[in-house]
């Protein structure tokens, strides 16, 4: 059985009591001078509830306060820190009760002013005389001045201590806690604890790379001697998490691998050579090495356990097909796990249409299924009628048995969560898994969610494809783009006019698509604008073509309807809602309107693309949207510029982080205090191959030295999410 283990939390939180004296790790930071409870309550909401963690708490940013700027020589537009006095301050109340309050602080160099609206109180708290330490973008007009600055006062015992003269870690803070008591704690905590943190990290692994120890790190991290001594300590630090996590994820391989299937696949066989050639085309370079390599994968005594993944439109579901085909020439079954029950019906469709004529038999259970039917088809698949076995969730549910199932595909692997993915391995004894992306992901996120997993990539697109030009147009341009589609429309060509999930990437997409009466939600929301969308272009805009609606509340023979009209050319613009999930392949289609793009991620607007530049035709997708958010306009700008998903992958990473970007499901498995998956891609590579080499001498880190990291992994392990 392949091992049910889901992925675990990082960082683990704090371990019981091991000892009778308490590690940093379980004494609470109550102990800690000046911590009483209304403290208590406030720190755990910055996530700091023991000594140990206020060690690991990262600073947001350093400040350098080694050197200040004097006022004279500070210039406009620059954001700096500088020192000052309060040499008058003033309070005025303009209409409607707002108040300014301008503040001059002077350095003996000049004078820079400090403005705040409507905080009257700080008019009481900055007196005259009483240094500070200000933060700011500088503005020159009408003077000198920042508006709405950091604030640091500096007292006169203070001198030489945590705040000043130094660089200065500023943390994140919450309603109640200021920045130089949350400084003045964290800085007690490291003094009082850093020597007694445990140390995960063996010792060969620090020395080779030079790396500071771990209270050297952690000393440096919040008060750093250097900004070389911070970056090596943040390496160290990020290291030490990463390495952690890639220890569990190689044990958990090494579990896999070491492990002999039951099953021999008959490689070179009549049913995939006739598959083979029987193709309208000839595979991409790409596609025959990454086919290659998967077979000869199958053809070892050991479990595959593989990724693969390749930017949409690249041919992945050939390359399916041909493995399939293997299997079963072999006398084998497939089973094919796909996230939504439109895509299973897609996959279905193509599947069969390739391999029913060569006699294969083809089975799809989705929840659509008449009971009835469902119970049927359950048999066959028992019985061994069935060779390949495609649907939702609803194939791993304990009614469904396979015969002799060999080989288990899940496609669009991170909507379904590892749990799932091993429910479906444990069909059988030992299958083959191979789990199928259609986005590109990020090689940090690869490594760090499919760890365990190798990683076979198609990277290259069929050849004669289009490339697609990608255009941003404004609400008020809205005619320019009927025009755009009346223009492909005319040509003979035809076009979609997309509607986004109001709430993109829920649950609630992945809930089998029976409806609970009485609740409209946000699929029924999207689902009505784009039936009004539909409407009016039909009646105002496109009354010479046919417009067609496809959405998720549709009835499935209703929908198929369409979509099969779509494909012939009988409605040449098509309104919808899930044309994603519904994968449809015309490429006679060549022009895609995407409304509110604003509410996709980057994934998902280049899987909605995806579906055009398909055929021979030049294709435009044009994303229509006013926003003028700053995160918005980034994303829609990637949009534009590449049509590469590998590229956007990363430019969505880093965008958003690996938070937003899998979905609050796996967040928490790849929550990491230093690390920042977005930025330390190379020191995951290193993490993994360290973590490898040492699986590989020693699988039980059964050494003496690696006994706290021992413990610490079987702690990540029991708290497997
Ligand atoms: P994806 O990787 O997104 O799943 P598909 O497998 O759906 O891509 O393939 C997209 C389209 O490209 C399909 O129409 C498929 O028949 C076609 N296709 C796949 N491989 C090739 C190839 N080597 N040459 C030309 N067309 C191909
Ligand atoms: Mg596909």
Partial sequence: MVTTSGYYTVPMTVPQAASVRKGPGEQSIRYVKGVGPQRLTQLARLGIETVEDACYAAPLRYEDRTHLLPIAEVRPGQTVTVRGRVVARALRRIRGGRTILDVAFGDGSGVLYGVWFNQPYLAQQLQVDQEYVLYGQVESKPRLQMIHPELEQIEEDSQGSWHVGRIVPIYSLTGGVGQR?????????????????EDTLPQEIRLQHGWPTLPEAVRALHFPATWEALEAAQQRLAFDEL???????AQRRAQTVGRTKPHR??????????FLEGLPFHLTASQRRVLDELLHELGRPHPMYRLLQGDVGCGKTVVLMALMAAAVQSGYQVALMAPTELLAEQHARVVQDYLGPLGVAVGLFTQALAPADRRRQAQALAEGKLSVAIGTHALIQTAIQFKRLALAIIDEQHKFGVVQRAHLAKKADDPDVLVVTATPIPRTLALSLYGDLEVSTISELPKGRQPIVTRWLRELERPAL????????????????????????????LRPSRRRRGSIGARGRSDRAASQMAKRLQAEVFAEFRVGLLHGQMKPAVKERTMRAFARGDVQLLVSTVIVEVGLDVPNATLMAIEHPERFGLAQLHQLRGRIGRGAHAATCVVISDAVDESVAQRLGAFVQTSNGFELAEKDLELRGPGELLGRRQHGWLRFRIANLARDQGLLELAREHAQALIGQDAALQAPSLAVLRRRLAELRGQRG
Avoid: C, D, K
């Fill in 265 to 274: 696949y008959q490689l070179e066989g009549p049913l995939l050579s006739r």
């Fill in 482 to 509: 009927y025009s755009l589609i009346r223009q492909e429309l005319s040509q003979g060509r035809q076009a979609y006019v997309v509607y986004p999930l109001v709430n993109e990437g829920s649950a609630s997409e």
């Fill in 243 to 249: 390495f952690l996590f890639q220890l569990a994820l």
């Fill in 181 to 197: 008591w949350l400084r003045q704690l964290i800085g007690t905590a490291v003094e009082q604890s850093a020597e007694l943190l």
